[in-house]
């Protein structure tokens, strides 16, 4: 039985496949290098979110990490798989082929976190611009609406080498910015496992440890679908369950690095409070010089993540347009597509929708978790199995 027979509601693929074997880096890395440059935006770059999930909880916190590597992991390889199965390599087939006419729902929600997320990414490029480098605030704004279009005007293999490359200058960053805290402060994070330090938080458990960090994996998996695209080149289970694990990889090595150096001067409220904690460990550790290295790293992470979401989107109206036997959008049509969302995306943070929304964005990611990675762990392991037996 076919991909397209063997569930129901499956639909065809969208897009050609890519020619050929894929190379062992298109099958296995390439979705987790996507995965992870979309996930790491500025929240992630920063720290704040390593101390809202993890470092808060201390010593224990490591529970917290060993809960996002393997949740990463496992959702993404069944994710990858189940678009392999029924080649649904953009989100709208693949919700469709998930939870069926439900999928409509998703649809609006993804548009609505993709548009916020693009709006938090434009308002944190235009502060970078302004507080760190003394530019104006619409010019790190009008850098980041003008970067992405480019992306998205030289289509899918630019954005796979851009990606590729911003991961690798970001994971040499962090292993710098890590190895200068922790060189300083290694001492400390020794003292904090020898002691069970959780103090930050008072009455912290394993349990609320491992909690954090289910629903750190669980909400974050909107970044999914924008490497949905990249999922033509599986070529068998293994390669799915093999990029999979690259994906838990990859995401977690960040949050662990972060989580060592803010352990380093935990339970200092300075640093656990601050907006930006890597920039408050490095002017302690007396590494403010290497600071500005820090602020590009961070500003090309908005970069990326703005670029993922913006090709999910693309991909989702491309879909649409396939099945009414129209063209795919051009690269001129991405490009202006882009402009469009994310100056829009740029007002509503001028306009102060950015603090409506974000107000109901708890609501949202438990949507999210409802719509998605709770079918995905049910339905979609369902879907696989049968399709399998067939």
């Not at 390593?50 to 990463?72: C, H, N, P, Q, R």
């Not at 009008?142 to 480019?150: C, H, R, S």
């Amino acid at each position: 039985m076919t991909a397209r027979s063997a569930g129901a509601g499956a639909f065809p693929a969208t897009g050609p496949r890519t020619p050929g074997q894929p190379s062992w880096f298109s099958r296995l890395l390439l979705p987790a290098i996507i995965f992870q440059s979309v996930l790491i935006g500025g929240g992630y770059a920063s720290g704040r979110e390593i101390v809202e999930f993890g470092a808060k909880y201390g010593a224990l916190g490591v529970w917290t990490v060993v809960a996002i590597a393997i949740g990463f992991a496992v959702m993404a390889a069944i994710g990858y798989e189940f678009a392999r199965v029924f080649r649904s390599y953009d989100y709208r087939t693949f919700m469709r082929n998930l939870i069926g006419p439900g999928w409509i729902l998703f649809d609006i929600l993804y548009i609505i976190m993709a548009v916020l997320v693009i709006a938090i990414v434009s308002s944190a490029a235009g502060e970078i611009a302004m507080s760190t480098l003394g530019l104006p605030y619409a010019a790190g704004v009008g850098v980041v609406i003008l970067l992405v279009a480019l992306v998205e005007f030289f289509g899918r293999r630019f954005s796979e080498t851009f990606m590729t490359i911003g991961t690798a200058l970001l994971y040499v960053s962090f292993i710098v910015f890590g190895a200068v805290v922790l060189s300083n402060r290694w001492g400390a994070v020794q003292d904090v496992f020898a002691r069970g330090d959780a103090s930050f938080i008072p009455g912290s458990t394993v349990g609320a440890a491992l909690f954090s960090g289910l629903l750190y994996v669980g909400y974050n998996l909107v970044v999914m679908p924008s490497n949905f695209f990249s999922l033509d080149n599986l070529r068998s289970r293994g390669d799915a369950v093999g990029a999979g694990l690259f994906t838990g990889l990859l995401s977690t090595l960040p949050f662990i690095l972060t989580y060592l150096a803010i352990l380093g001067f935990y339970p200092n409220e300075e640093v656990l409070n601050a907006a930006v904690p890597w920039l408050v460990m490095l002017q302690q550790v007396d590494a403010s010089g290497i600071a500005w290295i820090y602020t590009v790293v961070v500003f090309f992470t908005l970069i990326e993540t703005g670029v993922g979401l913006m090709h999910a989107i693309v991909g989702r109206i491309n879909s649409a347009l396939s099945e009414f036997g129209r063209s795919e959008l051009g690269g001129t049509q991405r490009a202006l597509l882009t402009i469009g969302v994310l100056v829009a995306a740029a007002l509503m943070s001028q306009f102060g929708l950015i603090a409506l929304v974000a107000q109901g964005y708890t609501a949202m990611s438990y949507a999210f978790l409802i719509l998605f990675a709770l079918p995905l762990a049910t339905v979609g392991l369902y879907k696989i199995s049968q399709a399998r037996g067939s």
